[in-house]
């Protein structure tokens, strides 16, 4: 059973840098995973962050960026603030309509 | 600007059947695809399954296969996901997530897959 890999916790300090990456167990990932990234706080609805590997959603700050490193999606933030302090999740493209999500990434910043 | 309004929180016996609405407030989305998305307490995201605008083409991920159907009404514009057979593990909040094209199926030249907007959520609670 295929499964998308996050670390599951990250700390970062504010106006630091941080990569989250999203790996899959049966494999690189590539851009042909359509990689997207969401970002959730407690009791909220997820808000898309970056969609298609790299592409920021509207209205998303450009201190999101999305790329593949290695193996694997990355999610980086750079200058991070306070209130970037969330949950983050990626979703991968598996195929024949159906998409998978990582386990996803609590991110601390302090 | 189109806002996913879903039906309200629902406690369920185990055995039985749920279903759970989404509708667009202030437009329609009878052209673009829905996916359902569903988060159990304390836990990640699940993507259980979607239903593409224009053709009403639907897909469900494997674990769901035979227990869940999702529908649509073309005016107004009105998705539903239906599950059967609940079980406890079954409780969470369910969204339903607009694509910004007419489908979540994503090419080298379609890119409007994307999931751009989020209901509300609809709690359901399986418990006898």
């Known amino acids: 059973q295929t499964v998308v890999t996050q670390e599951p916790s990250f700390s970062v300090s504010p106006g630091g840098t941080v990569t989250l990456t999203c790996g899959l167990s049966s494999g690189p990932v590539s851009t042909n995973s359509y990689p997207s990234w969401f970002q959730q706080t407690p009791g909220q609805a997820p808000r898309t962050l970056i969609y298609?590997?790299?592409t920021r959603s509207s209205g998303v700050p450009d201190r999101f960026s999305g790329s593949i490193v290695g193996n694997k999606a990355a999610l980086t933030i750079t200058g991070a603030q306070a209130d970037d302090e969330s949950d983050y999740y990626c979703v991968l493209y598996m195929g024949s309509g159906i998409w998978l999500f990582g386990g996803g990434t609590k991110l601390s910043v302090l | 600007q189109v806002q996913l309004v879903q039906s309200g929180a629902e406690v369920k016996n185990p055995g039985s059947s749920v279903k759970v609405s989404c509708k667009a407030s202030?437009?329609?989305?009878?052209?673009?695809?829905i996916s359902w998305v569903r988060q159990a307490p304390g836990q990640g995201l699940e993507w259980m399954g979607g239903i593409t605008g224009m053709f009403g083409t639907t897909n469900y991920a494997q674990k769901f296969q035979g227990r869940l159907t999702i529908t649509a009404d073309g005016f107004p514009s009105t998705v539903y996901m239906e599950l059967s057979s609940l079980r406890s593990e079954d409780s969470a909040v369910y969204y339903c997530?607009?694509?910004?094209?007419?489908?979540?199926?994503?090419?080298?030249?379609?890119?409007?897959?994307?999931?751009?907007?989020w209901g509300t959520g609809t709690t359901v609670t399986v418990s006898s």
């Open positions: 997530a607009r694509s910004l094209g007419y489908s979540y199926v994503p090419s080298p030249n379609y890119h409007d897959y994307y999931m751009d907007a």
């Open positions: 298609s590997t790299n």
């Open positions: 202030g437009g329609t989305f009878s052209t673009n695809a």
